[in-house]
Structure formats: C-alpha cells, structure tokens
C-alpha cells in the first residue's frame, strides 16, 4: 500500500488526511485533523481497539454501539445472553446512527466493517448534504483481536468473526490494490495497534 506523507504546511505531529495513508510500522501522527462538518468512519476487528481509540481521542460526537449494549446489559439480567438482545442494541444504535447523521456537524462512527452497506448510506448520506466520509482503519490481527476481546470480557462467535475477517481483508485488499480510499471516501488512514497508540488526537476544525 503506497504511503502518502503529510500535505505541506500542516504542524509537525499532525497530519490532515488527504488520499490514503498506511501508518503501519511507522512512526504516528499525533494528532489527526479533519474538515469540521466532516463524517470519521473507524473501523477494524471486534477487539482491535477502535471503541477505545475513540473515546480516548475523538473530540466531536460519536456513535458507537458499544455503549448502547451496555446500556442494554445493565438494565436486563445479567443470565440473558447477548445474543437474545442483540437485535434490540442494534435497532437502537441504527436509530441513533441515522438521528446524528441527519442532525448535520462533525461526527465519529464505529463501523464494525462486516455490514458493507452501513458505509455506503453513510457516504450517499453525506453527499446528499454537502459533506465528505473518511475511514480510520485500525488493523489488528486475529490474536491481537481475540486478546483485546477477552480483555473486554466480550467474545465474538466464531462465525461472527470470520464475517469480520472475511470483510477486513477485503477492505484491506482493495486499499492496496488501488493505492486509493474506498469508493466515495475522502481519505483513509490505516494504523496498527502501536500507531493507535501513539494518536492522541482526533479532531475537526475549520482551518
């Protein structure tokens, strides 16, 4: 996947996407920033780090659905499995996706990748209204994930996971067999786990 360096004119430490940049085994950016009224779409495995990343660095509104399990989880009994509700965390966290999108200004989304038609509404959304959708990436692979799960004490299904995989390596593989962001997509930035750790800032402004 070609690298692209940061464009001119931007402070050392903070890079403004623009195309495709592959941070990989490579020294990170501190701080990403992005056109105010822009949409972020961060996406990765299940465990990779992306709802951590998020509520660590993202400095705008985010819609992830991580909470509204949660939120879910705390109010049912702790016996009922996951996946008996999931249906109702995911209706509830499309509502909330589709309110924010609509309500206009700078917003993050948690994109689990495995539902390819969540990023394309997003980005048919945007254009409807004189705004742009760039990907985050955060490329883990399948030991890292599965440890960043168990860490989270919420495994995926073995089937769920292939899905993910299967759906992450072509996201991969289109990044670099066309060294371009995927269709409709402004920039796309792809990090590992230590990139991830180095970002501290994500961030839209106007200037």
């Known amino acids: 996947m070609p690298r692209v360096p940061p464009p001119r004119g931007v402070t050392p430490g903070t890079l403004r996407p623009r195309g495709l940049h592959d941070l990989r085994r490579s020294p990170a950016p501190a ?7 822009d949409l972020l779409v961060v996406s990765g495995l299940p465990g990779s780090g992306k709802s951590t990343l998020m509520r660590r660095s993202i400095r ?11 939120e879910y989880a705390a109010r049912l009994p702790a016996r009922l499995p996951y996946a008996l509700y999931r249906p109702l965390v995911r209706i509830a966290h499309y509502r909330r996706l589709r309110r924010a999108v609509l309500d206009g200004g700078p917003l993050a989304v948690h994109d689990c990748g495995a539902l390819p038609w969540v990023r394309a509404w997003l980005v048919a959304a945007a254009a409807r ?19 960043g799960q168990q860490a989270r004490g ?3 299904s073995r089937y769920a996971f292939a899905r993910h995989r299967a759906a992450a390596r072509r996201l991969n593989g289109g990044l670099a067999g066309t060294g371009e ?3 409709g997509c402004a920039s796309a930035v792809v990090l590992d786990r230590a990139a991830a750790r180095a970002l501290r800032e994500i961030v839209f402004t106007a200037s």
């Open 129 to 147: 209204q004189g705004r742009r959708v760039h990907l985050l990436l955060l490329d883990a692979g399948a030991a890292e994930a599965r440890d």
């Open 60 to 70: 705008a509104p985010l819609i992830d659905s991580q909470p509204v399990r949660e």
């Open 154 to 156: 919420q495994t995926v």
């Open 181 to 183: 962001p995927p269709a």
């Open 31 to 37: 701080a990403l920033h992005y056109p105010a009224g």
